[in-house]
């Protein structure tokens, strides 16, 4: 079976009920929210699920990394992904276990028997969309989960690590557990900042687990906002990407690899290497027309569910970023994170 054997990526973070429909200005006005943005839900927020609710929302199985396990299941092999998080005891549970398990995801939440399982409001105004998450459930990840016996075998049985950086505001320590299994046993360790705030509000968390990191990923809002919080003075995302990639770094065996989406704009990647030298490298996003764009919701977490799993079957860099591309192109012709079936197959578009 699978679990005897293992599964190669083990994704963790915070599982929510993406709760998705077509917005206005209005009702980002009437909520205090912004195009484009991912915040954590207030009291005067909690108004706006049902409200999606009665907009015929649609319901999607989402958490940035969660997207991403499903990313990097549609590429890889049958029983290749593993993802940990928490849950309540509720049907909207129920439907996140189905759909992963329709996805080919492997899940071992925890279940919590007091919060509901956490949502995440989006709002769609054209091609923009705007993210309001109550962890709820989410919020009750415990590391001593993680350290259960069936689950921790899993964790040693897994060569790839890959941590949405939503889950700093969760257990710190359940992913410095991971990073310290993974640089103990120089396994891969991927980890994304996930929105502004993260570097903003939970720095000192973020830099407590960035020394674990062999794949740091941001957009450069992120980066941005990771460069103003440490004071770096440069708005320059080639600059950031490789200050990024010469942090201190606990497994000196891998290089770091920084990588900096931008949208329709070049990605950037910074390799560091023991010497201090940084190599960087830019990327051309393969073009689409605006007409097949449907939802941009999730591009983030598809492009890291397939460069995970360029990571996983040992591609280069250059042949991950393509395949990042690729999957975030196929996502963002859906609605939310997710994609097209039946499955399409991926051929280069980069040589």
């Not at 679990?3 to 990526?9: F, I």
């Not at 925890?110 to 709820?136: E, F, W, Y």
């Not at 490789?242 to 497994?251: F, G, H, M, T, Y």
Request: proline share 5%.
């Amino acid at each position: 079976m699978a679990a005897a054997q293992g599964y190669p990526l083990l994704c963790l973070e915070n599982p929510l009920l993406d709760i998705q429909a077509v917005g206005d200005a209005a009702l980002l006005e009437k909520y205090g929210l912004k195009d484009n943005d991912a915040i954590l839900a207030e009291d005067k927020h909690m108004g706006l699920y049902e409200e999606l609710l009665k907009n015929d929302a649609k319901l999607i199985a989402g958490g940035a990394a969660q997207n991403t396990a499903r990313g990097a299941q549609y590429i890889l092999p049958e029983n290749s992904t593993l993802y940990i998080g928490c849950v309540g005891r509720d049907k909207y549970a129920d439907i996140l276990t189905e759909a992963c398990k329709k996805a080919g995801v492997h899940t071992e939440y925890r279940v919590d028997d007091v919060q509901p399982t956490g949502k995440c409001g989006v709002i769609i105004t054209g091609h923009n969309r705007s993210m309001c998450t109550h962890l709820a459930a989410a919020n009750e990840y415990k590391i001593e989960h993680l350290k259960q016996p069936h689950i921790w075998s899993l964790v040693e049985k897994a060569q790839f690590y890959y941590v949405g950086g939503y889950h700093l505001t969760v257990s710190v320590p359940a992913i410095q557990a991971l990073g310290e299994e993974a640089a103990a046993k120089n396994k891969a360790f991927l980890l994304s900042l996930s929105a502004p705030f993260i570097p903003q509000f939970f720095k000192d968390q973020l830099d407590s687990v960035l020394p674990y990191t062999d794949y740091t990923f941001c957009n450069e809002t992120e980066a941005l906002a990771y460069a103003e919080s440490h004071q770096w003075g440069t708005t320059d995302i080639i600059e950031i990407a490789k200050k990024l990639a010469q942090l201190p770094k606990k497994n000196t065996n891998r290089p770091r690899v920084a990588v900096v989406t931008q949208g329709t704009l070049p990605t950037v990647t910074a390799t560091g290497s023991a010497g201090g030298a940084v190599e960087v490298k830019e990327f051309p996003v393969h073009e689409i027309s605006k007409d097949a764009i449907n939802d941009t919701n999730g591009a983030g977490d598809a492009f890291a569910g397939g460069f995970a799993a360029g990571v996983v079957q040992g591609k280069s860099l250059s042949e991950s970023i393509d395949l990042g591309q690729w999957l975030a192109k196929l996502s963002i012709q859906e609605l939310g994170p997710s994609f097209p079936f039946p499955k399409q197959t991926y051929t280069p578009e980069r040589s």
